[in-house]
Structure formats: structure tokens, C-alpha cells
């Protein structure tokens, strides 16, 4: 398995642009969330997803969207880029019947907004 | 609603030493708790849970339901130890799986 994969790996935007972050996981998860690291502010949940088709805000939704079509594919994307979103994103699933509620994490994608 | 604090961002050691990492938290119920561990640019991993009162690289984590307090500890730190590490809650109930993070403590390990 490959586990929670991410891409891009790194990614330069100007202000104004927009794109999407790619995250896909093969364990059969139905939970799936997307974070947001910034240095000293730990992580910050920006959107979750319980199921295909189904998706809620988390703490720091502003300026971003996201859907579910698929179990396995949970994309976040980014409108009209401010510097503000620089930052590390991270993808992370989980299975809803777990007696331990473990996250598995993506790599990440570190982005710069200029 | 439950929040996790680790008060200290920085932590140094020497190698050798002993190392604690602290976390409290709060929250009315029975939490779940968990310590991840980032390495240098490397995705977060699960270090510990404390449902499965385990020693991992050498790490322990005892949940201290008076004190709200979920300390990792470890008596001899390695220089590989240097990371980042966050505490998490799972707070159960309707929170579909989410977990609610500290803000993170860098631990540097001095040889």
C-alpha cells in the first residue's frame, strides 16, 4: 500500500492564481481531512470529508474548497491565492470503525504564495 | 469544546539526557490521546497512543486523567530524537474521527 499520497511536492504561486492539491489514499478510508502548518501554530484543520460526496469545514476554511467524488481521491482547491495561504498542507484519512482513531498523513505539499 | 496545549515551542537537550515533552489538555470526557512525531521535512507519523500503553524508541506517554496531562517522556535522548512533535485528542462522539492538535514542540537533541 501505498498508504496517503500527495501531489505536487512543492508549488510557487502568484497571487491570484489558483490550483489544486492532489491527495489520494489506497486503504479504503472513509474519513479524510485536509491541515494547513504554519511555524508555531501547530496544525490547523481546513476541511474534512466523512464519506464520497459528503465534506464540512474545519477551523480555516476561508479561501478554500474541496470534494470527495471517490473513497479514495480528496482534492482541496485553492481560489484566487493570497500570501496568506503559504504554508505546508497536509492530507490525512482515517477508517470511521477503528477502535483507535489513528490519522495516516500524506508528505505534504509546500506552498509558496508571491 | 477540547483543546490541547504544549507549552513549550522549543525544547533542547543533551544527548543522553533525560526529556520530557508536556501536554495537557481539556475536555469533559473520556479522551483519546496520541503523540506524532515529524521529522525533518517528513509527513507526520504516530509515535504513541496511549490506549495501547506502549514504549516506542524508547518513549512513553502515561495519561494522568487528574492532572489532564499526557507528558512523553524518555530517560536517555538520542540525537535522531530531534524532531517535531505534536499531542492530539480524539474527543469520540460526533467528531468523525477528527483530532484536535497542540501547537507543537521542536525538540533538539545536542551531541
Known amino acids: 500500500n501505498a498508504g496517503v499520497t500527495q501531489t505536487p511536492k512543492f508549488r510557487i504561486l502568484k497571487i491570484g492564481q489558483s490550483m489544486t492539491l492532489q491527495c489520494t489514499q489506497d486503504?479504503?478510508?472513509?474519513?479524510m481531512y485536509w491541515y494547513r502548518q504554519d511555524p508555531g501554530m501547530g496544525l490547523k484543520l481546513i476541511y474534512y470529508?466523512?464519506?464520497?460526496?459528503?465534506?464540512d469545514k474545519g477551523e480555516v476554511p476561508n479561501g478554500y474548497n474541496v470534494s470527495r467524488s471517490t473513497t479514495e481521491d480528496f482534492p482541496l482547491r485553492l481560489e484566487l491565492a493570497a500570501p496568506s495561504q503559504t504554508s505546508v498542507y497536509f492530507c490525512?484519512?482515517?477508517?470511521?470503525?477503528?477502535?483507535?482513531?489513528?490519522?495516516?498523513f500524506g508528505p505534504g505539499t509546500r506552498l509558496t504564495v508571491t | 469544546a477540547q483543546r490541547v496545549t504544549q507549552p513549550e515551542k522549543l525544547l533542547s537537550v543533551f544527548k543522553g539526557a533525560p526529556v520530557e515533552l508536556k501536554c495537557n489538555y481539556s475536555?469533559?470526557?473520556?479522551?483519546?490521546l496520541f503523540w506524532y512525531v515529524q521529522y525533518s521535512r517528513q509527513r507526520l507519523q504516530l509515535l504513541l497512543r496511549h490506549i495501547s500503553r506502549e514504549s516506542i524508541k524508547g518513549f512513553t506517554a502515561d495519561l494522568n486523567k487528574g492532572e489532564t496531562s499526557f507528558h512523553l517522556k524518555k530517560p536517555f535522548a538520542q540525537e535522531e530524537d530531534s524532531a517535531m512533535y505534536y499531542c492530539a485528542l480524539y474527543a469520540g462522539g460526533t467528531s468523525y474521527g477528527k483530532l484536535t492538535f497542540g501547537q507543537g514542540t521542536i525538540l533538539t537533541v545536542h551531541p
Open positions: 490525512a484519512s482515517s477508517y470511521s470503525r477503528a477502535t483507535i482513531h489513528e490519522q495516516y
Open positions: 470529508s466523512v464519506g464520497a460526496g459528503i465534506t
Open positions: 486503504m479504503n478510508h472513509n474519513y
Open positions: 475536555y469533559s470526557g473520556s479522551p483519546e
